[in-house]
């Protein structure tokens, strides 16, 4: 079985580049004259990395539980709500916090209110991904019994039929919704449907299952990589060309706001799909070579293992940075996107950086923090 690694853990790196990307993107669009070229590279070709957090996240699971040996799950889900249950309430407490103090009376305190935004995920616009993480993290002995229905019967077939199924479900939830009259005058129904996808992780389940692959049959994965690389990478670029073509369509010929056409390529669009997994092989396939030669990314090391407190701190620091921005500028179309993007990205490395280090003075604030008592 394929165990914890540099090429797994170094995609976060890559990933965290496209998250920060996709929150700075927002800025552009509120621009009297929006640069779309960058704006499509940061909001439209920045989309794989939410979906492939999952994918790392599935690699991880099954590179660390044996598929068929047992699995003590009181203990192991003991252990995934410390890691990431904790962090995620107290990284939800503190956006609230932050948020009432620049809006006083933004935010409701009761035990009902706190409860709605903790189970869907609403104290920030990033975090809901730890809430999806945690329904996988919930439902492993689920995911555990499909591996092994997939393997049972035939992988490149059940890959297919999940491949299928998933544009299928995608494809439906975004596009084809409709309630009932009596799911739309009850409250708790309402709500769970229309914030399906901040909680149910069926919408990310092949990415996940082709990192429980990745980690099963580790030395395949890394074969398909090195022996079709120049496919993977065919397929990476036709996928880009295929993205690309479609936002200056929406933009030029359907005259879609830059918003409507975010809306339209996210990542579970069938476009956004096909994007996400060509992502994933050719970046997979990127790394695995530097590895072979030998010419480990640095800086791409340093993303990734500051990666988490990077992608919970980001949206504070890109907030602060936005308004010195607004201030040393004229006008939002003066403030170069990029040094936006840069600012976020380094202020969010060094402070990573510095909580690491004071967790190690103090272990509960680490633990708090980033689920790990150091």
């Known amino acids: 079985m394929g165990q914890r690694n540099k090429l797994i853990d170094n995609l976060r790196g890559i990933c965290m580049l496209g998250v920060i990307a996709i929150h700075a993107g927002s800025s552009i669009a509120i621009s009297a004259s929006p640069n779309v070229h960058i704006y499509m ?17 599935g690699y991880g699971l099954f590179a660390s539980y044996n598929l068929y040996q047992k699995l003590d799950y009181l203990p192991y889900l003991q252990k995934r709500l410390k890691s990431v249950g904790l962090p995620y309430v107290v990284w939800s407490v503190l956006y609230l916090l932050y948020y009432q103090f620049v809006t006083p009376g933004s935010v409701g305190w009761s035990p009902f209110d706190l409860f709605f935004t903790l189970f869907f995920g609403l104290a920030s616009y990033h975090i809901y991904f730890m809430v999806i993480l945690l329904w996988f993290y919930m439902l492993f002995p689920c995911w555990r019994m499909l591996l092994k229905v997939m393997q049972k019967t035939s992988i490149p077939l059940s890959l ?186 380094v202020l969010s490395l060094i402070s990573s950086i510095l909580v690491k280090k004071t967790g190690k003075k103090l272990p509960f604030m680490s633990l708090l923090l980033t689920g790990k008592s150091r």
């Open 41 to 57: 590279l940061f909001e439209v070709l920045s989309r794989y990395s939410v979906p492939a957090f999952f994918f790392i996240s």
């Open 160 to 345: 297919v039929i999940l491949f299928v199924l998933q544009l299928g479900i995608n494809y439906w939830t975004c596009h084809y919704w409709a309630y009932p009259a009596w799911i739309a005058e009850n409250t708790f129904f309402l709500n769970m449907l229309n914030y399906r996808l901040n909680y149910l992780p069926f919408h990310y389940l092949f990415v996940f299952m082709m990192g429980a692959l990745a980690a099963t049959h580790y030395e395949a994965f890394l074969h398909i990589l090195r022996t079709y690389f120049r496919l993977v990478t065919a397929f990476f670029t036709l996928t880009v060309m295929l993205m690309s073509s479609r936002f200056y369509y929406l933009l030029y010929v359907k005259h879609y706001d830059l918003e409507s056409i975010t809306n339209t390529l996210q990542q579970l669009s069938p476009e956004g799909f096909l994007y996400t997994v060509a992502s994933l092989l050719f970046f997979s396939a990127i790394l695995f070579k530097a590895e072979k030669e030998n010419l480990f990314l640095k800086a791409d090391e340093l993303l990734s293992d500051n990666s988490y407190i990077i992608y919970l701190i980001h949206p504070f620091l890109l907030d602060q940075v936005a308004a010195i921005l607004s201030r040393l500028f004229r006008t939002q179309d003066d403030i170069p996107a990029f040094l936006t993007y840069f600012s976020v990205l």
